[in-house]
């Protein structure tokens, strides 16, 4: 059998966290997704890609945790998608977030 259109052979995630003071955590991580075939007789390939992310937490207090992330940290070019074999859909290019959690 043949891959399935735009399902990716391999796929994988890892992250590492580390707290280096009481209310400060510094994560880091890497996505690894392989080739995607864009055609049923797997002929045509979309290559893989890995992107790199980080974040950076302070624990206010118990409740609220704010966060610094930056999403492909390295401004990679990949291909996340392609339509018809001539639409290509480009990944998000280095990206940052603020973000404020809340437990209640």
Known sequence: GNVPNGVPEQLANVWASYQFLEDWRARAGVRYVGKKYLDSGNTTVLPSYSIID???????????????????????????AAYGGAQIILGMPRTWELQARYKF
């Not at 609220?64 to 996340?80: E, F, I, S």
């Open 54 to 80: 980080a974040a950076l937490d302070w624990s206010a207090t118990d409740s609220l945790t704010v966060g610094a992330h930056v999403r492909n940290a390295t401004d990679k070019t990949y291909a996340l």
